[in-house]
């Protein structure tokens, strides 16, 4: 099993708290009547940067040495972690150099930059992001933080599951999304620990299912050609949170991309809020599912608000 | 003064909180860092029905006698107050007869019948929806609840100025949109009450202005011709607002069409809610001030968040 402990989950949450929000809980009896059962919609978009990757970057960084955080810190990223942790770094006093590719979006290169992020442009490959990122590393001998793919980071994920099971009792299932697997991996952790009787659920776009496959196949089968307009959930999964979820999480269910549009657009209508597409494909799996759903109080991590406004998937 | 005391606003309050939401308070370093002010919005957008209209038309409908409630109530509205009444009269048990134009939008029909409201239309004009709803009294011996000009829904609205100042200590100012004048004129007792030292500020659409010119004229002037894109601030202050509100307010400031669409904008962007154009008019009035605003902590309104997500006003 992983050696993040309930220790360190706890440990994870006590350091980040002053820098992160606690963010609310939400529901609607509009879409629990679509639905079927009651949600509880843990409202991540309200976090800092404007999604969970806070808990991870913030947690990531504090727990450097000084010695490990004197040169300051690195990762690649397009999105929220970028700003993540360009903002983590800012608040310890340390530089943050940002591989982006150079297709990102502008508000996103402009949140990095806001928070002092030092922006290193690359070709949109995998490949490209790892080449600059070593360059950058071997040129500044910043410490290199993976997005998800690291203890630290999975820790500080697993702190928003801690708040809406303490927020919600007798939750039956709690429910996010899989890209890299940091976020899924942290909330299958904290859940085992807190609320053990829950199930975890992992819903995925059918367009990057590679945590479908790899589950049902039980072997690690990386994303190839991935396509979903979650943008947040392209990434292959990371190896070691393909390990925690065959110990912790109890099913991977997939949605189509109009679902995911439909259902975004129902939590701006129902709950006034607004999601990025990755966040609503948790609520798109539970609509989408034909089968009637076991589980009558679900817990549902919206995992970021950051979205073009110029660009709405149901106005295209 | 007013005939809405402390004690009748007290008593509005405890009446109706089972039936509301106490929405939260949300806030923005970045839009602090661009009006050079704190702000503290009040979030009325995720009350129920979607907007304040909720607080009034719950303690009019509820404080009515058995015999006055006994063949149901009525309203004419095109807009949140319809919907408001239609859920307050279905929680009570009784008939909700609403007059509304023919030309209101599906989702504010459909709004109304979900929650039973039994709908009679009318030509949109002022003049139309009186006539059709005196046949509608006549005909049925429905209540009449005036969606602003009426003591019960100024108290109702009052609340959320409670609550705010409740969960909010040392505000130096209070701003809130006027239309009709009921939120106005509740904020302003409300404020007056508990939080005597703020100032209370309107703010009004240019192309709406009757308030801001009654206000300069000390004279009643109502309103023709209104034209904004804030449509829940078309209608004419009412006459027991406009004068709670000589004594109790003290500014008014009109704002842009331009202004309120990217007030808008930026309550979605960094606050990441829904809100409707006429909900960002507070924010539009302190973004285009061009003098320094005296007031530090600045509590704001946001009344509602019902808006068409097919018609968003930066993308037309």
Redesign the interface.
């Known amino acids: 099993m992983s050696e993040v402990s309930p220790a360190i989950i706890r440990a994870a949450h006590r350091r980040i708290a002053p820098f992160i929000h606690r963010t609310?809980v939400?529901t609607s009896a509009r879409i629990d009547a679509i639905v079927g059962a009651q949600l509880f919609f843990k409202c991540e978009?309200?976090q800092k940067v404007?999604a969970f990757k806070a808990r991870g970057a913030f947690n990531a960084v504090l727990s450097l040495s000084d010695a490990e955080a004197a040169a300051g810190v690195t990762t690649h990223s397009s999105g929220n972690h970028a700003a993540a942790v360009a903002l983590a770094a800012c608040s310890r006093g340390i530089a943050a150099h940002i591989v982006m590719p150079s297709n990102s979006s502008q508000a996103k290169k402009d949140a990095v930059a806001a928070y002092g992020g030092l922006i290193s442009f690359c070709e949109p490959t995998l490949e490209a992001r790892e080449a600059v990122s070593a360059e950058v590393i071997a040129r500044t001998g910043a410490y290199f933080l993976h997005p998800y793919d690291n203890d630290a980071v999975i820790a500080g994920q697993a702190t928003a599951a801690v708040e809406l099971i303490e927020d919600v009792k007798g939750l039956d299932a709690i429910i996010c999304p899989v890209g890299g697997g940091g976020l899924l991996a942290g909330t299958a952790l904290a859940t085992r620990w807190l609320e053990p009787d829950a199930r975890v659920i992992a819903a995925e776009p059918a367009g990057a299912d590679d945590a479908w496959r790899s589950f049902n196949a039980r072997a690690f089968l990386p994303q190839t050609g991935a396509r979903t307009i979650a943008d947040g959930l392209l990434t292959s999964l990371g190896q070691r949170n393909f390990a925690i979820m065959l110990e912790a999480v109890d099913a991977v269910i997939t949605t189509s991309e109009a679902a995911i549009i439909e259902a975004m657009?129902v939590i701006?209508?129902s709950l006034?809020?607004?999601?990025e597409p990755s966040a609503a494909v948790s609520l798109a799996a539970l609509m989408e599912q034909t089968s009637p759903i076991a589980a009558q109080r679900i817990g549902v991590i919206l995992t970021g608000?950051n979205v073009d406004?110029?660009r709405?998937p149901?106005?295209v």
């Open positions: 609310p939400l978009n309200f404007g657009r701006w209508q006034k809020i607004v999601v608000g406004l110029d709405l149901w106005m």
